[in-house]
C-alpha cells in the first residue's frame, strides 16, 4: 500500500511543528521525516520554504476564521470564550508564534490582520467579563495588553482551561481594583 503524500499533510504536519517548536522546527528535512516522505514531494507541493510559510499563513488565517466562528456562539466570556480558544490552543500557541517571530514581515503582518478580526468579536465579551461594557475603546486597550501578557506565559504543554481562567481572573481583579480606585479618586 503506498503512503499517502498530499499537500494538506505537509501543511498540517507544519502548523504543528510551528505551535511547538516555533520557527525553528520549519525544516523542510525533519518535516519529510515525520511524514516519513522524501523531500522531493516537499519541492513539488511548494517550490522552496518561503512559498511554505506563505502556505502557513494562509493556513492559520483559515483556522482563525474557524476561532471567530466558535466566539459567534459564545454567550460569555467564561466560560464560552475560554472554551473556545482550548478548542482551538493550537491555532493560539501558532499565534503566539507569529509575534514571537514578529521580525519576519510575514508573520508580524498575520498577527496584526488576525487580531483585527478576532478583536471585535472577542472584546465586547471581555469588556462585560471586566465590568466596563460600555467602554469598549478601554477594553481593546486592556485586552491587548494583557494578550500580550497571555503570549508571553504560554505554550502547547500549559495552554489548559485551568492556566487560562488563572490568567483571566487576575486581570478582571487588576481591571476591579482601578475601577475602585477611579471612583474613589472622582467620589
Request: hydrophobic share 40%; charged share 20%.
Amino acid at each position: 500500500m503506498a503512503k499517502s503524500n498530499t499537500k494538506e499533510q505537509w501543511i498540517e504536519m507544519g502548523y504543528n511543528v510551528f505551535a511547538k517548536d516555533g520557527l525553528p522546527g520549519i525544516r523542510i528535512e525533519a518535516l519529510a521525516r515525520n511524514l516519513d516522505l522524501n523531500k522531493s514531494s516537499f519541492y513539488h507541493f511548494f517550490g522552496d520554504l518561503e512559498n511554505y510559510k506563505a502556505e502557513l499563513i494562509r493556513y492559520h488565517f483559515t483556522k482563525a476564521d474557524d476561532l471567530c466562528s466558535d466566539i459567534s456562539l459564545c454567550t460569555n466570556f467564561v466560560p464560552d470564550f475560554l472554551n473556545a480558544v482550548i478548542r482551538h490552543r493550537v491555532s493560539v500557541v501558532v499565534h503566539m508564534q507569529l509575534v514571537t517571530n514578529r521580525t519576519v514581515p510575514l508573520f508580524f503582518n498575520a498577527y496584526e490582520k488576525i487580531n483585527d478580526i478576532v478583536d471585535p468579536k472577542a472584546v465586547p465579551f471581555w469588556a462585560s467579563f471586566i465590568g466596563i461594557p460600555h467602554n469598549p475603546e478601554l477594553a481593546l486597550q486592556y485586552w491587548q495588553v494583557i494578550r500580550d501578557m497571555f503570549y508571553s506565559r504560554i505554550s502547547l504543554d500549559n495552554l489548559t482551561y485551568t492556566f487560562l481562567e488563572n490568567i483571566v481572573q487576575e486581570a478582571k481583579g487588576i481591571a476591579e481594583k482601578m475601577l475602585q480606585e477611579t471612583g474613589k479618586l472622582n467620589g
